[in-house]
């Protein structure tokens, strides 16, 4: 849990380096987030292609608004922010839908633009796995996004809800929606 | 599906997601006991969740230098445009410094140099006024086109 913000101790570290762009802080951030960073984008948008471009404005993104995290609480809800809102951008250019369109009635990102396989069926590495990756295929990005946010960045639904910019039973309901769907997946394994 | 059970699916729900009480969690716990149906969905759930750890996405090879190498340049370029920004800060006090002499000193020192008031003024403004006002103006443009020939640079 709070992986890299316990593992180096100090937020106020990061926040002291990122506040004086400190080259060195950002590399050793880097080298800390990026697999979780490419991970986060790939949820969120349903696709590999792009992630690459993303995951580096990210980090510049980073560097050029670090004053803006304060060291008060883990860096990670605030590096999934910035990344977040360059996703939905991204969307934008694209015009594909917006992550910030609402669950009810609208469409949000859903499938994958992207041709040829899904980047979960290429990066599962179990029999679970890959049982799993046609139900995350099916499932629209904020789900995926809660779910990648609450079972794999071990994030409360507090945490989760500030990243998104989402009220915390609107979270809640996704991650239920985003259970269901892996779960009949799990089920329909067990009953072949 | 019977009302006690879709209860105990919810609160099973409520649990895994992180918003189930202590209370949700002991009753979750002592139902599972004696409840196969419950018990199956609590385990298909945690498969789930344990099933997503199954997948390995990792940063494309060289991402990390590439991006590092952005991060520099940019870095770079900041401390380039700060530079030249306190560089404009000088040149703006100098010009409004200039100004208030000028206004002010001007007569003064044509008396004490004897020179005709608007001769002073004249010079002031050649020496001191107009070169750090074009300092002042000069200064944020600089970095900029610093920047398009850089990119200039890269595109060849």
Redesign the interface.
């Known amino acids: 849990m709070a992986l890299a913000s316990t593992v180096h101790g100090d937020t106020r570290e990061i926040a002291r380096g990122l506040r004086e762009r400190d080259v060195a802080v950002v590399q050793m951030l880097v080298e800390e987030y990026q697999d979780r960073l490419v991970r986060y984008l790939v949820y969120v948008l349903g696709r590999r292609d792009g992630v690459d471009d993303l995951v580096q404005e990210t980090w510049l993104r980073v560097m050029e608004r670090g004053k803006s995290y304060d060291g008060q609480s883990r860096f990670e809800p605030w590096l999934f922010t910035v990344a977040r809102h360059l996703a939905i951008d991204f969307l934008r250019r694209r015009r594909e839908v917006s992550l910030d369109a609402e669950d009810d009635g609208r469409p949000l990102v859903a499938a994958p633009v992207s041709q040829g396989m899904s980047p979960f069926a290429m990066a599962a590495r179990t029999e679970d796995a890959e049982r799993l990756a046609a139900g995350l295929q099916g499932l629209q990005g904020v789900q995926r996004e809660a779910l990648v946010l609450r079972f794999l960045e071990d994030m409360s639904l507090q945490e989760i809800a500030a990243v998104v910019h989402a009220p915390v039973p609107t979270v809640a309901a996704r991650i239920y929606r985003g259970l269901a769907a892996l779960r009949s997946q799990m089920e329909e394994k067990h009953e072949r | 599906m019977s009302a006690r059970h879709e209860e105990f699916e919810q609160r099973i ?2 649990s ?4 189930g009480t202590p209370e949700d969690e002991r009753l979750v716990e002592e139902h599972v006991r004696g409840c196969a149906a419950c018990g199956e ?1 609590l385990s ?2 945690r ?14 090879l060289g ?2 230098a ?3 190498a ?3 340049a ?2 770079e370029q ?2 380039a445009r700060r530079r030249w920004m306190r560089l404009s800060v000088v040149a703006l006090v100098l010009t409004v410094l200039g100004t208030v002499v000028d206004l002010s000193v001007g007569r003064w020192a044509a008396g004490f140099f004897d020179l005709r008031p608007v001769e002073v003024q004249h010079g002031l403004m050649a020496l001191w006024i107009v070169p750090s006002f074009g300092l002042l103006v000069l200064f944020p443009v600089l970095p900029l086109l610093a920047a398009k020939r850089q990119e200039k640079g890269r595109s060849i």
Do not use: T
């Open positions: 729900d409520r895994l997601a992180g918003a969905y298909a759930s498969r789930a969740v344990a099933g997503l750890k199954g997948f390995s996405f990792e940063a494309g991402l990390n590439k991006v590092m952005a991060v520099r940019r870095a900041m401390e």
